[in-house]
T-cell receptor
């Protein structure tokens, strides 16, 4: 079967750095996505990785290792507005997205 | 309209009733999708459409139907609602083509079936 694993919840301090991990087992791989979802709102696109390595976008970076079936999202200089759920999704061989359950990130002052 | 709109925002429905959730996009995206999101679970694909006039089944299609008469609209119908269909429903769209083919989501419909 297909499986995406992420921690259920993480807590971090304002101004700090946090790394959210995602491991996957899917039938085929055509890219990995990270989305942010604030409570009661729609998911919004953060990043996309299809090749191994690090993609940096301002305070957010995403890393991929295809051989290990592993990705992480790195958030720097945390702000209170970063409190949200972070969803990892893998596009499989049928070109459909398989979603993890999401990691709820709580930021404390 | 800018992006994707969904209606209604929320709905309480009696079991056995028929309900259509509406989704409209103005981005001229080829592909559209319907997901449900339940606590503790990832988004699950119900149905999708790669282009107007075609539809396909996702992971959890039972009890739902869709149509895609034109590019902009992709309604989801529950023929006879059951309590297990209580969920938040998101519509999404993508260009369907190009490297990233990022999906963009509507604001969601919160449906409660009693």
């Amino acid at each position: 079967g297909q499986n995406i694993d992420q921690p259920t919840e993480m807590t971090a301090t304002e101004g700090a750095i946090v790394q959210i991990n995602c491991t996957y087992q899917t039938s085929g791989f055509n890219g990995l996505f990270w989305y942010q979802q604030h409570a009661g709102e729609a998911p919004t696109f953060l990043s996309y990785n299809v090749l191994d390595g690090l993609e940096e976008k301002g305070r957010f970076s995403s890393f991929l290792s295809r051989s290990k079936g592993y990705s992480y999202l790195l958030l720097k200089e945390l702000q209170m507005k970063d409190s949200a759920s972070y969803l990892c999704a893998v596009r499989d061989s049928n070109y459909q997205l398989i979603w993890g359950a999401g990691t709820k990130l709580i930021i404390k002052p | 309209i800018a992006g994707i709109t969904q209606a209604p925002t929320s709905q309480i429905l009696a079991a056995g009733r028929r309900m259509t959730l509406r989704c409209t996009q103005d981005m001229r995206h080829n592909a559209m999708y319907w997901y449900r999101q339940d606590l503790g679970l990832g988004l699950r694909l119900i149905h999708y459409s790669n282009t107007a006039g075609t539809t396909g089944k996702g992971e959890v299609p039972d009890g739902y139907s869709v149509s895609r008469a034109n590019t902009d609209d992709f309604p989801l119908t529950l023929a006879s609602a059951v309590p297990s269909q209580t969920s938040v429903y998101f519509c999404a769209s993508s260009v369907r083509g190009g490297e990233t083919d990022t999906q963009y989501f509507g604001p969601g419909t919160r449906l409660t079936v009693l």
